[in-house]
């Protein structure tokens, strides 16, 4: 009996070891979905999701060719979804500029990121803004948190904020989206209206607010920053229980959609897209949360 207490309790602690999902559905059925990112070479960004941030590949469906219809990296708190097309122009020309993520070892990260031939890019960040931030060392900066930050960029351009938190159960966790735009407090107030959420500050940045399993931050800008569509990120999503219902209820409101509320067995999804007043793609998505 004890033999087998044993094994059942290792057992366990080892799928929740790996076990990667979404965080719990709040009151009203909403939780984080995912990042969607337009890729040249799918391969490569697999491995980098996979090798650099723990992630489990998931593909869902077939084309005529054979190929995925959908292919998912599933990390602690959100999705990276991939689409194998050429981006249009990098992230921080738009106005989704960045998404976070949580680690665990700044210096491990960073080392086996620069191993791999691909870029620390903090100091690109800092000689951009009109002061450097506090703490600038060149590969890093102490945060809005008063953490270690550092930013790194994918192949194809979608940017990378990376925080560590050394109390982390995981090496990485899901952790902000960043917009970047004029008028980025009227974009936070359509958000929390959106979704029926809080202004909660993140550290010395005032305008934000919580999703479970993710900050969503709004910071400003001088200029207009492209929308979203096409490019390296190409869209955010959001998982809701009970889309059809949040979608019938959205019409009502007046909100316009790029697609209709659309199922689609193939990958086991139920979808249906808006664009925020700033340009950047929503998905709202059911079913992320059983990959």
Known sequence: MRIFSALFLLNLLCTTAYSQMLASFNDDGLTYGHVHLNVADMDRHIQILEDHF????????????????LTAIVLNNTLIALSPREPTMPSRQTAMDHW???????EDFLAKWRA???????????????????????????????????????????????????GLQQEVTGYHIHFNTPGHEELLEWYTELFNLEIRPRGAI????????????????????AATQGTAIDHIGFEIDGLE????????????FQVP???????????????????????????YDEY
């Open 116 to 166: 791999d031939g691909l870029s620390v890019t903090t100091a690109a960040w800092a000689a951009a803004l009109p002061n450097e931030p506090n703490g600038f060392t060149g590969d890093t900066f102490i945060g809005a948190e008063g953490q270690i930050n550092a930013f790194v960029d994918f192949p194809n351009g979608a940017r990378v904020e990376l925080q560590e938190d050394q």
């Open 206 to 225: 005032g305008t934000t607010t919580n999703v479970p399993g993710m900050n969503l931050s709004f910071g400003g800008g001088g200029a207009d920053r």
């Open 245 to 256: 219902e949040f979608c019938r209820e959205l019409e009502a409101a007046g909100i316009e």
């Open 54 to 69: 723990g992630g489990r590949t998931v593909e869902k469906g077939r084309n005529a060719q054979g190929d995925p219809i």
């Open 100 to 106: 976070g993520v949580k680690v665990r070892n700044m």
């Open 261 to 287: 509320y659309t199922e689609v067995p193939a990958i086991d999804l139920n979808i249906a897209y808006i664009i925020d007043p700033r340009g950047v793609r929503i998905e709202f998505t059911e079913g």
